[in-house]
């Protein structure tokens, strides 16, 4: 009779590899470019009127009443742009 499982003998597999639990870019989490990259990328400009201005970041333009609250936003934008993207994408996504 042949030698295997089927005939009481145990069976032994390869142990499992260890793998990475960590989760890799584009599945469980989002992975973006460098702070300074992402920076140097976009180009900036700010057009003052009367009364406010508007700052364009890349091919997005965003018009503000006062200058204050721009400067505000422009300021968050430098010191993290992520997060910056991520909260206009939501405005620009509802408008269209």
Same mark, same amino acid.
């Given at each position: 009779m042949?030698?295997? =499982?089927? +005939?009481?003998?145990e069976v032994h597999l390869p142990p499992e =590899? &260890?793998?990475n639990l960590e989760p890799?870019?584009?599945?469980? /989490?989002e992975c973006y470019p460098p702070r300074m990259e992402i920076l140097? +990328?976009?180009e900036v400009s700010i057009q003052f009127f009367s009364v406010g201005c508007v700052i364009r970041v890349g091919c997005k @333009? &965003?018009? *503000? +009443?006062n200058v204050e609250e721009a400067m505000k936003e422009l300021n968050e934008y430098v010191a993290?742009?992520?997060? @910056? !993207? /991520? /909260?206009?994408? /939501? !405005? *620009?996504? &509802?408008?269209e």
């Open positions: 042949p030698e295997g =499982p089927m +005939n009481g003998e =590899p &260890v793998r890799t870019c584009g599945i469980e /989490k140097r +990328n976009n @333009s &965003v018009g *503000f +009443n993290n742009p992520r997060e @910056s !993207v /991520k /909260k206009w994408n /939501k !405005v *620009f996504n &509802v408008n």
